[in-house]
């Protein structure tokens, strides 16, 4: 399934609008349930709702931009081959974007048309490196302006920059793999998390209730469950950040892992707690 692009504006909406839902559940809840377990379960949703549409987005995005870099070895192959007929740099992105190279295939239209309105090749590849704004455009991008400043065999420099980005790709995609364990071991460490909690509580917190050597100070079974409640919330929620920073290397994404291991978490104490 092919993913669409979401513009910086985009997100920044999404953020802006779930955080004020947010707030506003945050506020009604204060004002009609402060004190109670109700409380905690609107603040909990709150907190859902603020998460899931950045989260979503942010994944959507970094779909996108993962196909177009994927692609990138593909288009450069094709300007080669294209150069070995005798075709100029711009013919060869015009030839090449009749081709399905996914989501760079329409930022290459984009190219042609800019061009054939009269804009300048370096500046519809500089638009370019604006619109996709990954790492490996950026990088490319300059590469290919100056190739084309300074003219003579092309392909001499784009065969081994397609290469270069297959190599980049691969080594991306290992750096992945290694990552997959480690991202297993804090979702393993947050089910047992959930394993021990739910078994303390069982076995051990509801069945001295009311013994007389706990005194005054004993906590309730309702009060330690709302204990357990906030703790699995917070670890879910900084588990799932430090697992998209590990596996993709931003906060963001994150986001996704705590949406799950969220609702993972509330569910599983609803049903057994």
């Not at 506003?24 to 909990?44: C, H, N, Q, R, S």
């Not at 739910?198 to 209730?209: A, D, G, H, M, P």
Request: glycine letters at 6%; hydrophobic letters at 50%.
């Amino acid at each position: 399934m092919k993913m669409p692009k979401i513009e910086k504006r985009a997100k920044e909406i999404a953020w802006a609008a779930a955080v004020s839902i947010a707030i506003t559940i945050i506020l009604f809840a204060y004002l009609m349930f402060f004190g109670t377990a109700m409380f905690d379960e609107f603040v909990f949703f709150a907190l859902i709702v603020a998460v899931f549409p950045p989260g979503v987005l942010s994944y959507v995005d970094y779909r996108w931009r993962k196909a177009v870099d994927g692609h990138l070895p593909d288009l450069f192959r094709s300007i080669v081959q294209a150069q070995d007929t005798g075709m100029t740099l711009t013919q060869s992105l015009e030839e090449a974007s009749k081709r399905d190279y996914g989501p760079l295939t329409a930022e290459l239209k984009k190219i042609t048309a800019q061009i054939s309105w009269g804009m300048s090749f370096e500046e519809a590849l500089l638009a370019l490196g604006r619109r996709v704004n990954t790492t490996l455009v950026q990088r490319t991008v300059p590469m290919m302006i100056e190739t084309s400043r300074s003219g003579g065999h092309v392909e001499r420099v784009f065969d081994p920059m397609g290469k270069f980005i297959q190599t980049t790709l691969l080594l991306e995609k290992e750096r992945r793999a290694q990552t997959r364990p480690y991202i297993a071991i804090i979702y393993v460490a947050f089910f047992v998390f959930l394993f021990t909690i739910i078994l303390l509580f069982k076995s051990f917190f509801v069945s001295v209730e009311g013994l007389p050597i706990l005194g005054e100070a004993a906590m309730t079974p309702q009060e330690i469950q709302r204990m357990f409640f906030h703790m699995t919330a917070i670890q879910a929620f900084f588990d799932g950040i430090v697992a998209g920073k590990m596996g993709e290397g931003t906060i963001s994404a994150g986001l996704k892992h705590s949406l799950i291991m969220m609702i993972c978490g509330y569910l599983s104490l609803k049903l057994f707690l």
